[in-house]
């Protein structure tokens, strides 16, 4: 009979490690995989520097494509045969009517603007173009649309539109460097007569005319404000023939060679300032324009507000 050796704490040890050996030996060491290199953000604010009519502007327009509703694409169609057959309209889709203002300046036709001297009406005209030139902001809370934009002013001089533009900058938080879309002419004491009258009653448009387009359409400006009516209407304001021939003719042909809006700043008569209307001494003039707008100065008021009513 043999006797078993008692078992001890060394034999445990040695049993005890054996048994770990076998079970590392099992193990699958997992391999953690390197994290894939993430793509570093876009910067919020375009590098600095940057080109002002390209990078800025981009950049501008991706973040205001969620704002709220704008006017449409600039579209005018002028067809080349005047005589329309309505038969051919059928199942043709309704044209939208192009707002440079939604619903106060329509796209291809002139619009006119009253105001007293001193009211703010060249204020407000430049302020427009502001608007639409840096990528169609508000214009006192209306939407617009994003042009190139013309301002043909013959009664302020370059440091007067200078002091102005610093203002409106100012207002919308905006640099010069953004206003590239826009130009300014300062044609004070120059010939700025865009239509003639003979005494046969016939209008003829000037050599100042065909400057201005020539201007215009190179800068493929929209937008085009005329200041004012008085510097550039070279007939009789009450000799309705003369204003229907120098708005149909003359701007409106303007509007339509540009496939834009014409905005006409002028003063309103005696009876229009008395009435409240704001309209010229001859009903062509009202009747002439497809939109009219009135800018009201205050009134005894101790605020420095403005009013602009329209009627279309």
Known sequence: MTAERPVTTADREAALASRLAVERADVKQAVVPEPPPQPKPEPVVPPQPFDASEGYRAWKVRTREDARAKPGALRLVIPEDPTINPADWQS?????RSWIVSEWIPLGTVT????????????????????????????????TA?????????????????????????????GYADLEPMRLQSRVGMDNVLMTFGSDGIGTLTPAFDDL???IMTHKARLAVIDTAADVFGGNENVRPQVRQFIGHCLG?????????VLLLAHPSRSGLATGEGDGGNTAWNNSVRSRLFCRGPR????????ITGAS
């Open 112 to 143: 006119a603007l009253y105001g007293d001297g001193g009211t703010g009406k060249s204020l407000a005209a430049q302020g427009l173009m502001t608007a639409c030139a840096i990528y169609g902001v508000d214009w006192f809370g209306l939407p």
């Open 213 to 215: 387009c020539t201007e």
């Open 253 to 261: 042909k303007l509007a339509r060679m540009m496939r834009g809006a």
């Open 92 to 96: 043709q889709p309704i044209p939208e």
């Open 300 to 307: 005894r008021t101790a605020t420095n507000s403005r009013t």
């Open 146 to 174: 994003e042009c190139r934009t013309f301002g043909y002013f013959c009664e302020d001089d370059a440091d007067e539109l200078h002091r102005r533009q610093d203002a409106i900058n100012r207002a919308i938080g905006c």
